[in-house]
């Protein structure tokens, strides 16, 4: 049996992470960005964007958040303003303070009272 004063690494006791686990890039209240964004994780927008938001993860769309063009995206939650296209491959969740005029290409689609959708699905 093999024994060591000194103790374990940190690491040894997380948990393994998946390539997308934990990862999320952020566009802040305050910012504003024009043109294409591809992300490989998750991204959550409580700025505005005014183009095409691709994610191969999630994409939260915050209280605050503005998007006025295209979504693509593997699942998201809307919290804030969608003017435009969204295709999730997954689940689309509009929270009850979403606001999203567009269309909507979605497996499955959940929303909560207060939610305001104008568009086709």
Not at 21 to 39: L, Q
């Amino acid at each position: 049996m093999f024994r060591s004063d000194k103790p374990a690494p940190p690491t040894m006791n997380k948990p393994t992470e998946t390539v997308n686990s934990g990862k999320i890039n952020s566009i802040m209240e305050g910012t504003s960005i024009e043109g294409e964004i591809k992300s490989d994780s998750n991204i959550r927008i409580d700025g505005r964007v005014k183009g095409t938001v691709n994610a191969r993860g999630r994409v939260i769309i915050g209280q605050t958040g503005i998007i006025e063009g295209e979504v693509i995206c593997q699942s998201s939650d809307i919290e804030g303003t969608l003017v435009g296209k969204i295709n999730c491959q997954d689940l689309l969740s509009l929270k009850a303070t979403a606001k999203l005029q567009g269309d909507i290409n979605t497996k499955k689609l959940a929303i909560e009272p207060g939610a305001v959708f104008t568009g086709n699905c």
